[in-house]
Nanobody, 115 residues
Framework: QVQLVESGGGLVQPGGSLRLSCAAS????????MGWYRQAPGKQRELVAT???????NYADSVKGRFTISRDNAANTVSLQMNSLKPEDTAVYYC?????????WGKGTLVSVSS
């Protein structure tokens, strides 16, 4: 069983930055990929960014050049640095991880981008 806990959400003005972190219970060496998804009100959950244990990264087109995903295997964390935030980035952001065919999800953290 893998538990994922997100932190770092909040309210930010357009153009601002936030950093999300996801702490996993136990080692994340075998978790691949790990990543972030988001779900805006009235919309389906969508991929934001993923990173494999080998460091291969995938971003949604909508966040390329603005968001950066990273993982720290020693600290069992995955982070998402979000810059140049836009109102359309407003959503609940979920941490995800996969191991042995099982998908795990955190409970989510709310990111609101508004002036």
């Amino acid at each position: 069983q893998v538990q994922l806990v997100e932190s770092g959400g909040g309210l930010v003005q357009p153009g601002g930055s936030l950093r999300l972190s996801c702490a996993a219970s136990g080692s994340i060496y075998s978790l691949s990929p790990m990543g972030w998804y988001r779900q805006a009100p009235g919309k389906q959950r969508e991929l934001v960014a993923t990173i494999t244990s080998a460091g291969i990264i995938n971003y949604a087109d909508s966040v390329k050049g603005r968001f950066t995903i990273s993982r720290d295997n020693a600290a069992n964390t995955v982070s998402l640095q979000m810059n140049s935030l836009k109102p359309e980035d407003t959503a609940v952001y979920y941490c995800s991880a996969k191991r042995g065919g099982m998908n795990y999800w955190g409970k989510g953290t709310l990111v609101s981008v508004s002036s």
